[in-house]
């Protein structure tokens, strides 16, 4: 079941089409990663959908509510982490998290358990009482994460959530997110860093020129685009024969020679047999494996092989 649907969603900016015709699902209990170069219209998208931006055309549905007509009932159910940090330096921890649970109706018992639930959730119980001031960015970044969720949405929108911060810091928010989606909430990452969506999204989706041009789990990207893997094998010797007896497996793509013969990178079409079969021509040809490499597509490769560009690229 879907929980977010884009309809044939447009943004104009005079006669500069930034989204364009945006048609796709999120289902429910997902953890969606929205992938995109920069001015790919991926903040445009983020924004109309947590109704920061009215779009030009479509419509943009949340558990069945249209963010045109029913805003109001859409905006209830999402959770906004924002690229830039959205707290107040000169309140406590504490202080941040009652703002904004007071801005979606909690009140009275229900508002202090729910303050306290986030901030333990983010590990920021203990410091309550300090202002954000006092903080580091990783602890500002859960503190923002704590804003968000303390009215427990079904839909949580993390905008580039670990821009700038440690690593240790960083692990936590990952974790939080898995911990978040465990407990029932759908999830929309958007990241520069595509280790990051790799390690925690069910489901990807690229943007490019506004355009959705391709969405679906990593192997079925992968599939989709024919990625190949690739095999290095370093042997301890060169034959001709061998070589060409290779390049003629049916699964075989490519298959480039290097370090004087004696390293052979095979490009393969996923193939059951492909490793067993090419083991057994250098074993029947007497040539001697001395290291064998597996290198898969990671998100990188598929991201540049669609993009042509990298994730990063200005």
């Known amino acids: 079941m879907s929980l977010v649907a884009f309809r044939e969603v447009v943004k104009k900016y005079d006669t500069v089409l930034t989204v364009n015709h945006l048609t796709f699902t999120i289902g429910e ?8 170069p920069n001015g790919a219209g991926k903040s445009t998208t983020i924004h109309m959908l947590s109704g920061l ?9 949340v558990d069945g509510f249209s963010i045109r007509k029913q805003p109001v009932e859409v905006k209830k159910r999402i959770g906004l982490v924002p690229q830039e940090l959205a707290i107040y330096e000169t ?12 801005l979606y109706g909690l009140k009275g018992s229900l508002l ?3 303050v306290d639930e986030a901030l333990q959730f983010v590990g920021l119980l203990e410091r309550a009482k300090d202002k954000p001031s006092t903080f580091s960015g990783g602890m500002k970044r859960r503190l923002n994460i704590a804003c968000a969720i303390m009215h427990r949405p079904k839909l949580i929108i993390m ?11 960083r692990n936590h928010i990952l974790e939080s997110v898995k911990a978040l989606n465990k407990m029932g909430s759908t999830v929309i990452y958007t990241s520069h860093y595509m280790e990051e969506v790799e390690s925690i999204c069910t489901r990807i989706g690229i943007l490019d020129q506004g355009k959705l041009i391709a969405v679906g789990t990593k192997d079925e990207l992968k599939r989709q685009l024919g990625q190949q893997e690739k095999l290095i094998f370093e042997i301890d010797r060169h034959l001709e024969s061998a070589i060409i007896e290779m390049e003629e497996h049916p699964s075989v793509q490519q298959l480039d020679v290097r370090d004087q013969g004696l390293t052979l990178e095979v490009s393969v079409k996923e193939s059951p047999s492909i490793l067993q079969d090419l083991l057994f021509i250098l ?11 597996r290198v898969e597509p990671n998100l990188e490769s598929l991201f540049l092989q669609m993009t042509g560009r990298t994730l990063r690229d200005e």
């Open 112 to 114: 202090r358990e729910r």
């Open 53 to 61: 931006l009215d779009p030009s055309g479509g419509d943009i549905l």
């Open 91 to 102: 309140l406590t921890a504490r202080e941040n998290v009652t703002f904004f649970a007071k």
């Open 283 to 293: 074993q029947k040809h007497d040539i001697h494996l001395r290291t064998l490499t």
């Open 159 to 169: 905008d580039e959530p670990t821009v700038g911060i440690d690593p240790q810091s």
């Open 29 to 36: 209990g997902e953890i969606f990663g929205l992938l995109g």
